[in-house]
T-cell receptor, first 111, second 115 residues
Framework: KNEVEQSPQNLTAQEGEFITINCSYSVGISALHWLQQHPGGGIVSLFMLSSGKKKHGRLIATINIQEKHSSLHITASHPRDSAVYICAVRYSGGSNYKLTFGKGTLLTVNP | ETGVTQTPRHLVMGMTNKKSLKCEQHLGHNAMYWYKQSAKKPLELMFVYNFKEQTENNSVPSRFSPECPNSSHLFLHLHTLQPEDSALYLC??????????????FGPGTRLTVL
């Protein structure tokens, strides 16, 4: 069964802290996405990566293909970073548009 | 207006009602998607349209009926729904389905409550 596991499920941090959210998956993938969902529902794509590391502002995403693991890091966290962070993968050999999603990590950053 | 828009943002309906959800994308994309997000569960893909043709129906009950009149608009027609269908329904679009590394752009969602 193809699964995407995220940890932790819930994370509370103080403003300024360095945050790491983890994602692991079970079989080979062609791409991994990190998404952000704010209260109210809208989803924003943060990163799409298939190898290595990407950085955008205070956000960094890394992926280790051999270990089937990805991490999303937030440096100097801020209350506006509070949201649900979702990992999604596109499995190799599957439909090119079909994503399998994790359950999400609820991040709360307190001032 | 830019991006992916959805209307209405909130909908409350009885089990005997018929309603429709609308999605519109202003990105020039050719693929559109309907997702369901229930509480405490991962996003579930419902339907995919590619160049107005349905390419995926993820075993969705027939009480959900999609319609894609053109590449910019996608509807989800609802009839005789059940309370367990209450969820956030998200629309997304991408340049095209069937291409590796294809990024999807999501709308704000419609929060549906079935009484």
């Amino acid at each position: 069964k193809n699964e995407v596991e995220q940890s932790p499920q819930n994370l509370t941090a103080q403003e300024g802290e360095f945050i790491t959210i983890n994602c692991s998956y079970s079989v080979g993938i062609s791409a991994l996405h990190w998404l952000q969902q704010h209260p109210g529902g809208g989803i924003v794509s943060l990163f799409m990566l298939s190898s290595g590391k990407k950085k955008h502002g205070r956000l960094i995403a890394t992926i280790n293909i051999q270990e089937k693991h990805s991490s999303l890091h937030i440096t100097a966290s801020h209350p506006r970073d509070s949201a649900v962070y979702i990992c999604a993968v596109r499995y190799s050999g599957g439909s090119n548009y079909k994503l399998t999603f994790g359950k999400g990590t609820l991040l709360t950053v307190n001032p | 207006e830019t991006g992916v828009t959805q209307t209405p943002r909130h909908l409350v309906m009885g089990m005997t009602n018929k309603k429709s959800l609308k999605c519109e994308q202003h990105l020039g994309h050719n693929a559109m998607y309907w997702y369901k997000q229930s509480a405490k569960k991962p996003l579930e893909l419902m339907f995919v349209y590619n160049f107005k043709e349905q390419t995926e129906n993820n075993s969705v009950p027939s009480r959900f009926s999609p319609e894609c009149p053109n590449s910019s608009h996608l509807f989800l027609h609802l009839h005789t729904l059940q309370p367990e269908d209450s969820a956030l329904y998200l629309c997304a679009s991408s340049p095209r389905s069937g291409i590796d590394y294809n990024e999807q752009f999501f709308g704000p969602g419609t929060r549906l409550t079935v009484l």
